[in-house]
């Protein structure tokens, strides 16, 4: 039984790829994932400007309940996104692009898993005591650090300080650019990559504009500077 219906998810999840969009499924991952970074971003930041004292233990104790529904969802996102067909668009054509799209999409599964793993790890080997807890009310606990020595809390904690606030700056990087290639699908190039994951924004009519064409101009100007730059840059090795 429990089989028959999980087929038959994935079979409704195929006839949303198989016209041209992302299943529910896929979309309602997406935007309550962007969603909570939007919000975790900025309450890390309201956060660290608070007063030592019980308004910033409520503050660090809602950032925690958030990151570890993070992880969860991005745990269940992955999953889904391994079991359920993968959507071939506009955006899988062959080029630098196609091969950008995936990079950045790896670059986002590590910092999604890692910060709230980093984050974990340094509430667990600084604040033994706390009682954790995620949506509110369900008990989490913290990692097996009990037998390890001060010395080596302290460096598993400043090890994941440096490892957290290095994936947030590398977060904050890669959602302009993110969002700025999606915006540039659908105004530019005018395909169904933007239309896939925002079924409720109407898929754009394809016609040649000049904006295609400056961009094109552009891609093609810097291909030949890099390749003269390339080019360069081996000759002096290769005589």
């Known amino acids: 039984m429990i089989e028959k219906l999980f087929t038959q998810l994935l079979e409704w999840a195929a006839g949303h ?16 994932m962007a969603a909570l970074v939007i919000f975790q971003l900025g309450w890390g930041w309201w956060m660290g400007r608070q007063p030592v004292g019980g ?6 104790d809602l950032h ?11 745990i269940g996102r992955l999953s889904w996104r391994l079991l ?21 999409h790896y670059v986002f599964y590590v910092c ?28 989490w ?8 020595s001060n010395s080596q809390l302290w460096a598993i904690e400043a090890a994941a300080e440096w490892m957290h606030w290095g994936l947030v700056v590398t977060l904050l990087l890669m959602i302009p650019i ?6 540039k699908h659908h105004l530019i ?29 552009l891609e093609k100007q810097v291909a030949r500077t890099a390749k003269a730059l390339w080019r360069g840059f081996l000759g002096p090795k290769a005589v």
């Open 84 to 104: 359920a067909p993968d959507l071939i668009n506009d955006a899988d054509k062959p080029g630098w692009e196609s091969w950008a799209a995936h990079v950045t």
């Open 17 to 32: 790829h198989d016209e041209g969009r992302y299943s529910p499924v896929g979309i309602l991952f997406h935007w309550v």
């Open 55 to 60: 308004q910033m233990l409520a503050a660090y």
């Open 64 to 74: 925690f309940a958030v990151g570890v529904l993070m992880l969860i969802l991005v």
């Open 112 to 139: 999604l898993f890692g910060l709230p793993l980093s984050g974990w790890a340094m509430i667990s080997a600084t604040d033994r005591t706390r009682e954790l807890e995620t949506l509110g009310f369900i008990p």
């Open 141 to 148: 606990p913290l990692l097996p650090f009990q037998d390890l």
């Open 178 to 183: 993110h969002a700025g290639a999606a915006l």
């Open 189 to 217: 190039d005018r395909d169904d990559v933007f239309h896939a994951m925002l079924p409720v924004v109407p898929l754009r009519r394809r016609k040649r504009t000049r904006w295609q064409r400056r961009w094109r101009a």
